[in-house]
């Protein structure tokens, strides 16, 4: 028996039964779940109705993500699934599907930030540093080489500053470029398309999905 999606095997909605009227057609199959998992890309190529074809992605490892606050959009690689609201398994198993809860890379967003606001992320306050070379000795006599900064132009700096006014990022982003690591929806379809392309998590939305993944723990 093949998969079908037709509904003649369906009761009505008052409960009675539906005498078949037909057998199966070609344009009601079904076909087995992609379950596209992570790693090196791998995409087959499915002939579908009216000499279209349908991208079969078997393996994917990065995506086209866009941050929606700041209107970029960078790819970046895949690192696991941390939730997905219709089964658990699908999180165990690392399976790639729309509106999976991903983990990204986050270095190239923190790339791009610090070269359009002139602002490092990732950075943690140097007040515990400070405190342990002051009470440490110093290990040698020989000064530590100064780091290499990139000379900017006053019209460079100009325009970072004007950047500056409006700039705003909400604390759980900031927090989460600190790991390195950004959480992020996927709203493409892997198992169609043959890509896992989707959006950085913020506002509300982020919010909720923080708790779900907490409780799950």
């Known amino acids: 028996m093949g998969i079908s999606r037709d509904s003649t095997h369906k009761r009505r909605a008052t409960g009675g039964k539906v005498k ?8 009601e199959l079904g076909r087995p779940a ?16 009216g000499s279209c074809l349908k991208h079969r992605a078997l393996r994917l490892d990065s995506g086209n993500y866009s941050w929606g606050t700041e209107h970029v959009t960078r790819k970046t690689r895949i690192l696991r699934v941390v939730y997905n609201s219709t089964n658990n398994e699908l999180v165990r198993t690392n399976t790639l599907v729309k509106n999976a809860i ?13 070269q359009h606001y002139g602002v490092q992320l990732g950075k943690k306050k140097k007040a515990k540093e400070d405190k342990k070379s002051e009470g440490a000795e110093p290990a040698s006599t020989t000064p530590a080489a100064p780091a290499t900064e ?11 500053k004007l950047r500056q006014k409006t700039r705003t990022l909400e604390s759980a982003l900031e927090e989460q470029f600190l790991t390195g690591n950004l959480y992020a929806c996927i709203s493409s379809r892997p198992g169609q398309s043959g890509r896992a392309d989707g959006y950085i998590l913020e506002g509300k939305e982020l919010d909720f999905y923080l708790k779900r993944i907490r409780k799950k723990k």
């Not at 992570?38 to 579908?48: D, M, N, Q």
Request: net charge positive; charged share 40%.
């Open 34 to 49: 992609a379950m596209t998992k992570i790693g090196s890309k791998r995409i087959h190529l499915v002939k579908a109705r």
């Open 20 to 27: 078949p009227w037909r057998k199966k057609r070609k344009f």
């Open 102 to 114: 991903v983990v990204i890379d986050g270095t190239p967003f923190r790339q791009w930030y610090e």
């Open 150 to 160: 990139v000379k900017k132009s006053k019209a460079v700096q100009r325009k970072l």
